[in-house]
């Protein structure tokens, strides 16, 4: 029996939606409030400003794709619902950066890990970046509502054997490790929450906020570039919309104008930043695009006698933050440990060489374990930090330095990793690494290691979680935005989404997103109601 497409049947009903794609002419639209990006931040602010009254409209660079699409293929995934089709790299090409670019943003592709911004990560941000207002006792019930709206609680079934490895290992060890919440209502267990949901289990954007919002009289204008925010004085007057073609690549040569009360931009750690720039819009302290984290991820896979199928279940379901707060704050470089899911393409992408050497692994896929390590980037001065710019063409590229200090936290990661995994029962370890091989014994791990070249492109390095580039707080002179993110210089433009954060959280993302611009829509409700 097919599953039902609730997106699908809205449309039908009547959703108004445009496609930049198919227009015939030039088009003009008017809203209360429009909103650039359709993730978390878009997304949520959308249903909440829509439900106070606002006709809302959403701008998404990327197609609309619902649950029938949806095929659990890599070749399709890929190519149509990320940012450059799966291509995004840093400035240099060292590392891969997972973004998503369709309507629901990379709600709509992310593994589903639900994380509360960690209470150590608010206290630094009040403390170190002028941020007011939100400290855990504050957000604590944003959180919570928002967990409840999308259905986050923590896996109530039990790890799939790629998670099993982070539980098996730690326990052995006597390490720290919890469960998952995921953000999933009905979730069939597939494990390809990375090429959309065919099952509309997971609690995208895509399933919740968007359709709330069209169901509200909200509108939806998709595969359509926000180019640049039309300024006059300390305003915005509009937005100049380029419609794209239906691969969402090339400009069709169709401009769409929009005109609103009040402006929010809500494209991600690098989109967000990258308006601005093409704007020109008011930077008196150059912030635009500065601090900007990654939490860079660094992996070793391993081989077990059992079964692992990592291409199957709940990607990530367990998580261990033994190395995450050991060493305090702004100590030395720490991570979170979780597991990516290997489906055929990511997996041969990450085991890395070529040939006869990458075939050899792949063969051994279905007893492969993976882990990875996040960076928390960012809270010290030595910390690996990235700058947004732009091409000659007008796109944006993430430059991102890497530091010593964060070199040793990749070697410590990789030792880490490697220790938990021969604890679990591996019978080989791989860091990956250019210059590594498969080792047997924990101490041959620990030789290999402290013998790596750790440098770029050795190092097989990626994120799926851009954050800064337009950091909040109070000081104009080191922040874009306020706490409640309005922008410090334009009147009518809040940004709602992680480029806001002053640094990386230590966590995945996207519930410290959700939480966060719920309270600032909710907020820039009570303004515009009150002016």
Not at 173 to 194: A, E, M
Not at 267 to 290: E, M, V, Y
Not at 306 to 326: C, K, L, M, T
Not at 365 to 380: C, E, K, S, W, Y
């Amino acid at each position: 029996m097919p599953v039902p497409d609730p997106f699908a049947e809205g449309l039908a009903r009547g959703w108004k939606t445009h496609d930049g794609s198919r227009l015939e002419q030039d088009l003009s639209l008017e809203a209360d409030i429009a909103i650039v990006g359709s993730g978390a931040g878009g997304g949520t602010s959308a249903e909440i400003l829509s439900a106070a009254g606002f006709k809302v409209l959403l701008i998404e660079e990327g197609p609309l794709k619902t649950s029938r699409d949806f095929k659990m293929q890599e070749t399709e995934a890929y190519t149509s619902l990320y940012q450059e089709g799966v291509g995004r790299m840093s400035k240099d090409g060292a590392i891969t950066i997972l973004q998503g670019r369709a309507v629901g943003g990379t709600t709509l592709v992310n593994w589903t890990s639900s994380f509360r911004t960690p209470e150590p990560t608010l206290q630094h941000w009040a403390r170190e970046h002028g941020v007011v207002g939100h400290d855990p006792a504050q957000m604590a019930p944003w959180f919570e509502r928002m967990e409840q709206r999308l259905g986050v609680a923590p896996w109530a079934i039990p790890p799939n054997p790629n998670n099993e490895v982070i539980r098996a290992g730690c326990d052995k060890l006597g390490y720290d490790w919890k469960i998952i919440p995921r953000n999933v209502r009905g979730c069939w267990n597939l494990g390809y929450c990375g090429l959309g949901c065919p099952t509309n289990a997971k609690q995208s954007m895509l399933v919740t906020s968007i359709p709330a919002t069209l169901e509200r009289g909200g509108e939806l204008l998709y595969l359509a570039r926000a180019e640049r925010l039309l300024i006059e004085g300390d305003r915005v007057a509009g937005i100049e919309c380029l419609g794209l073609d239906a691969r969402g690549v090339a400009p069709n040569g169709r401009k769409i104008r929009v005109k609103a009360r009040h402006y929010i931009l809500a494209g991600g750690g690098i989109n967000t930043p990258a308006i601005l720039l093409r704007s020109s819009a008011p930077d008196p302290h150059r912030r635009t695009g500065k601090r900007t984290y990654l939490h860079l991820v660094n992996f070793s896979a391993a081989q077990f006698e059992r079964v692992i199928n990592p291409f199957y279940g709940a990607p990530q379901s367990v998580y261990s933050d033994q190395f995450q707060w050991e060493d305090g704050v702004a100590g030395r470089q720490s991570y979170k440990l979780e597991v990516p899911p290997l489906q055929p393409a990511l997996a041969a992408t990450l085991l890395g060489r070529f040939g006869l050497d990458n075939a050899l692994r792949m063969e051994q896929l279905p007893h492969t374990n993976v882990m990875l390590a996040l960076m928390r980037d960012g809270f010290h001065p030595d910390s690996a930090e990235g700058r947004v710019e732009l091409r000659g063409d007008g796109s944006p590229v993430l430059d991102y330095r890497m530091t010593d200090y964060s070199w040793d936290g990749i070697r410590r990661a990789f030792h880490s990793m490697a220790e938990i995994q021969f604890a679990a029962g591996a019978k080989a370890v791989l860091p990956l690494h250019a210059d590594a091989g498969h080792v047997q014994t924990l101490g041959e791990a620990r030789r290999l290691i402290d013998e790596l070249p750790l440098a770029l492109y050795r190092t097989r390095l990626g994120s799926a979680h851009v954050m800064g580039g337009c950091a909040m707080g109070e000081d104009p002179r080191q922040a874009v935005c306020d706490s409640l993110g309005r922008h410090h210089q334009l009147g009518n433009l809040s940004i709602h989404d992680g480029s806001l954060f002053p640094t990386s959280i230590g966590a995945n993302p996207q519930l410290s997103i959700y939480a966060l611009t719920a309270k600032l829509a909710t907020r820039l409700a009570e303004r515009l109601e009150s002016a």
